[in-house]
């Protein structure tokens, strides 16, 4: 059977259907480590994007493992989205020697070369020159590789924000500055950061296209992704997208979130949950029955349950540890 919303997408009704298969998965992932969190099995802080799947599912989707991605401190969704193993990325989390990162870095450094992730980052606005970098690489040995920076609302008032759209715009770079507007940082308003209405106006300053879009809405996701890598793959260099989202939790887990209203998030989880709209998206166009779209959710929730059990049995590091993994080999 075939949609009619796979006109919009230019994908098939199977592959919209994976896509809503990750997006179960990012969101199980994170409550899966929210509870570990509190079990105290995971140590350090953590980030999670509840609320934001269909930003990092969609358009990660549409990205081939030899196309690159920067991410953020809430880069979970995104490293699952470019097809890491979460097993690995748990035993990352939990501090194992099998985890991407040989347990040292955790929940915001995660990075796998392999399908590539150059890597998430704690110190915000990070990310930018890392991805005009890639992209610079992939122009000048002509690869056809296209670099995705992710990054939040609150890093666009960063100097490296600016500085990276700048010479992406004058080298005509094959990079797609992915802004995830969640409505705060940390517990800032965005309006309270910006005096302008939109994030997506300040790559008019530096002579290419931004776009705002509904980031709970994996069509429009799809939509503006994919006329960005068309862009960047055609020579024609940088897009901005702004994908209006939410987080459903605290910035981190200490935020009590007194900030906002229980009304503001109640509003959201209730109306604007993207696996809700996705679901019933999928039943009205006819991509996906309601015992099929069960079947995805109970596969997706599974399959986190199996990376948790796995990455517990990993081996925990040792003192001789600390010596690897400090230079290049």
Request: hydrophobic share 40%.
């Given at each position: 059977m075939t949609s009619h919303i796979?006109?919009?997408?230019?994908?098939?009704d199977n592959q919209l259907k994976e896509i809503y298969q990750v997006m179960w998965e990012i969101r199980f992932f994170d409550e899966q480590v929210e509870a570990l969190f509190r079990a105290g099995e995971i140590h350090g802080t953590t980030h999670l994007s509840i609320g934001q799947e269909a930003t990092a599912a969609a358009s990660?989707?549409?990205l081939k493992t030899s196309d690159w991605i920067t991410s953020t401190h809430r880069g979970h969704g995104h490293?699952?989205?470019k097809g890491t193993s979460m097993t690995a990325m748990m035993a990352e989390l939990f501090g194992k020697k099998n985890g991407t990162n040989h347990g040292k870095g955790g929940s915001m450094h995660i990075a796998e070369l392999a399908t590539g992730n150059i890597g998430s980052n704690g110190i915000v606005g990070a990310g930018y020159p890392i991805a005009v970098g890639a992209a610079l690489s992939a122009q000048m040995q002509g690869t056809g590789a296209v670099t995705i920076c992710y990054a939040g609302d609150g890093s666009t008032n960063e100097g490296s924000f600016h500085e990276a759209l700048n010479m992406a715009s004058i080298w005509n770079l094959p990079v797609?500055?992915?802004?995830?507007?969640?409505?705060?940082g940390?517990?800032?308003?965005?309006?309270?950061?910006?005096?302008?209405?939109?994030l997506a106006?300040?790559?008019d300053s530096y002579g290419f296209p931004?776009?705002?879009i509904d980031g709970n809405d994996i069509i429009a996701v799809l939509d503006a992704t994919q006329t960005a890598i068309k862009r960047a793959q055609d020579g024609h260099g940088p897009t901005l997208i702004e994908a209006l989202t939410y987080r459903f939790k605290g910035h981190s887990k200490s935020d009590k979130?007194?900030?906002?209203?229980?009304?503001?998030?109640e509003q959201w989880q209730i109306e604007r949950d993207p696996l809700k709209l996705t679901a019933t998206l999928f039943e009205q166009e006819g991509v996906a029955s309601e015992i099929e779209l069960a079947e995805i959710k109970h596969k997706a929730q599974a399959k986190v349950a199996e990376a948790v059990a796995e990455a517990r049995l990993g081996e925990n590091p040792t003192l001789a540890d600390l010596y690897t993994d400090v230079y290049a080999e």
């Open positions: 796979q006109n919009l997408a230019g994908l098939t990660g989707y549409l490293t699952i989205a797609i500055f992915f802004i995830e507007n969640n409505q705060y940390m517990s800032s308003k965005i309006d309270q950061m910006v005096n302008i209405p939109r106006m300040r790559a931004g776009v705002t979130r007194v900030y906002r209203t229980k009304e503001e998030e």
